[in-house]
């Protein structure tokens, strides 16, 4: 959503004051956030914001950090402490928000430490005090601290909970337990959807990439919307288009025969995933395995 950064979604949060937020989330004029009442380490904050259809608050801009400062005066604890979704990554050897987009250094956004260090300074994990130094400070992670939670604003155009705008479409990557492909398009459908389809090869670039970026290729596989209709490699989408063979989207044998693209049992596998062993490229695969449901809703008009 605003997840991956992408020129939209940064577009969305600028002009957040013409959007509404989700349930429990406040519009603070840069984007919907939602204080938390709850003390917890910093992963476990993260893992209730996710819960809410957030993240930990990127607080990247000028005008969203201080309208969030602004926000905890008006309406969170005096002299606390809220996580926000910073944390620094040894491997890199800097401090990125929790998209992976680097985190400047100093002014405007760091404050001061004990003994007047500039911040970073004592912790991996980003913090905002919400008191006389209300700016960005580092601590250990395990601390128990409030937390602020940034959701996706919704509007005309843009996408309802639980999906979140992934370049040109409203997906949810649902991760419940793992169903036939049959069981996940009720899944989607639930919700307001069904399995996702493709009309073009950027935005299914755009999702591919996607599920890296958010580090979501732990839960390896995914049911999408096509399905083959006969016995002679003709997979159409759920909307009854033909879907492509050949490259770019198909992915390519593994073991036997290496290389060669897919389909390669139509007889058994009539049903299509993106498999992380592909790098989330189309593979045939039987209805009866189980995957998770990458579902795909309309945009609210």
């Not at 939670?149 to 909970?161: D, F």
Request: glycine share 10%.
């Amino acid at each position: 959503m605003w997840q991956t950064r992408l020129a939209t979604a940064s577009l969305l949060l600028v002009v957040a004051h013409a959007l509404n937020c989700p349930e429990n989330y406040d519009d603070i004029g840069s984007g919907c956030v939602l204080a938390s009442t709850e003390w917890l380490p910093a992963l476990e904050a993260q893992v209730l914001c996710r819960e809410l259809h957030g993240e930990l608050a990127t607080l990247d801009r000028c005008d969203i950090f201080a309208d969030a400062v602004h926000y905890l005066e008006e309406t969170g604890g005096k002299n606390d402490s809220f996580w926000i979704g910073g944390t620094y990554s040894v491997t890199r050897d800097e401090w990125q928000w929790w998209d992976g987009s680097v985190i400047a250094m100093g002014a405007p956004f760091w404050g001061t430490a004990g003994g007047g260090n500039w911040e970073p300074y004592g912790g991996d994990c980003a913090a905002i005090f919400n008191g006389d130094n209300p700016y960005m400070g580092a601590f250990g992670c395990i601390a128990e601290f409030l937390h602020i939670c940034e959701g996706p604003p919704t509007a005309e155009g843009h996408c309802n909970l639980p999906f979140t705008a992934v370049g040109s479409q409203c997906l949810s990557f649902d991760s419940s337990a793992r169903q036939t492909w049959e069981a996940s398009r009720n899944i989607c459908q639930a919700d307001g959807g069904d399995l996702v389809t493709f009309d073009n090869c950027e935005q299914f670039g755009v999702v591919a990439n996607y599920i890296l970026e958010q580090d979501l290729q732990h839960m390896t596989v995914y049911w999408v919307g096509g399905y083959l209709v006969d016995e002679t490699n003709n997979y159409f989408w759920l909307n009854n288009s033909s879907i492509p063979m050949g490259l770019p989207y198909w992915g390519q044998y593994l073991f036997e025969n290496l290389g060669t693209l897919l389909p390669d049992n139509p007889t058994v596998e009539r049903c299509l995933e993106l498999g992380y062993e592909y790098r989330h490229r189309f593979n045939d695969l039987d209805c009866l395995e189980l995957r998770r449901p990458l579902c795909m809703a309309s945009p609210v008009e």
